[in-house]
């Protein structure tokens, strides 16, 4: 998508969906760079969004001197390197920094100083873990989280006068927020268990309670209308036999595979413009789900068991389809089809 001499909002907000999807998109980045640093932004104050766009695509590229130009841009942009807006475009020049090689304390520096930030800003545990992970840090992404998980649950706790082993084991006190917007409690819960799952520890109570708020979670969505979809991904054939067996997941998956393709695109962009890094959708079966709808003695349209089934799909690593694929590679979907001829266009 070609730059316009000003740019917008809107622009940007298309530039951040549409980018990497472009025959050029360090092209994308530079010019947006450019008109950050010309004055060409409708609203002036969007510079460091901007150059943090542009930090990102160079990032994700595989350019970090790019991204590190353009994420000290983006800082210098900034009212101050306190301001919220500002943590996505540290954490990006922490990744930088591991990438560019001979400047791990650095990075490990940037990052340190966002820790604070896992206890009050939503997007920080995704971001701040991927940027741990991008620097072979995972072991540190986890102990950042537990201890953070650790904080809010005894605030929890001593606000409801029990103590934070109860709360993790019996009843969650927890700001689960509304679908479109979980609390930070949640987040870091989220973020700690993906964390735990690519490193093979075992399963504990915090990651208990995780898989308990997420059913939650996904039981609140799945009474909405306009509800989000789950990452479980349905081959053509399995999808075909769900919806045949259990026509009431229309709703939920689509009416047919191309919608649910649709669904699952536009649903990734979304988590990547919220500054999720190492995304990927999970291969699911019919099979596997009746599995656990039978377990719990539940019907597999029910959204706490479809919640489940999700859990236990993403903690295998054979199940995950790295996302998004190059332009001209094989689409993630199976079709045989490049990824620009068949899933990309279909989150515009």
Excluded at 88 to 101: E, Q
Aim: charged content about 30%; glycine content about 8%.
């Amino acid at each position: 998508m070609p730059t316009r001499d000003v740019l917008t909002k809107a622009d940007l907000a298309e530039l951040r969906r549409s980018a990497l999807g472009t025959a050029d998109p360090l092209g994308v980045a530079a010019d947006v760079a450019e008109a950050a640093e010309q004055g060409r932004l409708e609203d002036p104050d969007d510079a460091g969004d901007a150059l943090t766009l542009a930090a990102e695509i160079a990032e994700i590229r595989a350019r970090p001197e790019a991204a590190l130009r353009y994420a000290e841009q983006a800082l210098a942009a900034y009212p101050s390197g306190d301001d919220p807006r500002a943590g996505f475009a540290r954490a990006l020049r922490a990744r930088a920094l591991f990438r560019a090689g001979g400047r791990d304390d650095e990075a490990m520096a940037e990052l340190t100083a966002l820790r604070p930030l896992l206890l009050g800003q939503p997007d920080a545990p995704a971001y701040v873990s991927a940027a741990l992970d991008a620097g072979g840090r995972s072991a540190t992404a986890e102990t950042w989280l537990s201890e953070a998980v650790d904080t809010l649950l005894g605030e929890r706790a001593n606000a409801a006068d029990k103590p934070a082993q109860a709360i993790t084991a019996v009843d969650p006190v927890a700001e689960l927020g509304p679908p479109d917007a979980p609390g930070v409690l949640f987040l870091l819960l989220q973020q700690r268990h993906r964390v735990r799952r690519n490193l093979n520890l075992p399963h504990d109570r915090q990651d208990d309670l995780a898989d308990r708020l997420e059913a939650q979670l996904v039981r609140r969505a799945g009474e909405r209308r306009d509800a989000g979809t789950d990452l479980l991904f349905w081959p053509r054939a399995e999808l075909d036999r769900l919806l045949a067996e259990h026509p009431a997941l229309t709703e939920v998956y689509g009416p047919d595979w191309d919608a649910h393709r649709g669904r699952l695109e536009k649903e990734l962009v979304r988590l990547r413009e919220a500054g999720q890094a190492g995304l990927g959708v999970f291969r699911a079966s019919v099979d596997g789900l009746h599995a656990v709808a039978g377990r719990r003695d539940g019907d597999p349209t029910d959204a706490a068991v479809r919640a489940g089934y999700a859990a236990e799909v993403q903690a295998r690593p054979s199940a995950r389809i790295p996302w998004p694929p190059e332009r001209n590679d094989a689409c993630w979907c199976g079709s045989g089809l490049k990824y620009k001829k068949d899933c990309l266009p279909r989150s515009r």
